[in-house]
């Protein structure tokens, strides 16, 4: 894991011409849209899949996010053979609520520190691996917490305005994730910080 505790969280400034859902989804516009997915996912790795498509249809003035551009960008993806992860925080595991997220290089899982994003936050932005590096981030700077303390301080260092619902469900996973991977241990009530 990264040794920096935070970073702010970069959009990349993707530029593309104006069109239509139809000339998006064009094969003339393919190469074009390949550099700016290569573009946001060296900039923004990593990134889910949502939030590629927003980039690339607010650069271009496209105003929904129909199935037609969606099937779009992911062949772009697939051409561009990003390294890809899926990740579902949801109890049950429903295939529907897999979420899938994009590196620039496929090591960068265990290397990507927690970023401060400021707007709306939704859990499925945000990889387990970030919310472990911010909820180690957090005990670092606290003797140690209570898991449900942790949870709404380590949301909040992310930028969640409250963390409720799937956010908690994601911090909770991630403080799992920081125990097994022997940077967080749990005493009695509190988690904290593991010293060696």
Not at 3 to 28: G, H, I, K, R
Not at 89 to 98: A, S
């Amino acid at each position: 894991m990264a040794d920096e505790p935070f970073e702010p969280y970069q959009t990349a400034n993707v530029v593309l011409p104006e069109m239509t859902s139809a000339q998006f989804c064009s094969a003339v516009n393919t190469r074009v849209i390949l550099s700016a997915v290569k573009q946001i996912v060296e900039e923004e790795s990593p990134i889910c899949f949502d939030q590629i498509v927003a980039r690339l249809t607010g650069s271009c003035g496209i105003k929904r996010m129909t199935p037609n551009v969606k099937e779009k960008v992911d062949y772009v993806l697939k051409m561009g053979k990003f390294p890809s992860t899926i990740q579902n925080i949801t109890l049950n595991k429903d295939p529907e609520n897999d979420v899938a997220f994009y590196w620039k290089d496929a090591e960068d899982a265990h290397k990507i520190p927690a970023r401060f994003r400021v707007g709306e936050l939704h859990a499925t932005q945000v990889t387990t691996n970030e919310a472990a590096r911010a909820a180690i981030y957090v005990c670092k700077t606290q003797y140690g917490l209570p898991r449900e303390a942790l949870i709404t301080e380590a949301g909040k260092a992310m930028g969640f305005k409250v963390a409720s619902g799937y956010a908690k469900l994601l911090i909770d996973q991630a403080i799992d994730l920081a125990i097994d991977m022997g940077e967080l241990t749990e005493h009695g009530f509190n988690v904290r910080y593991k010293c060696e």
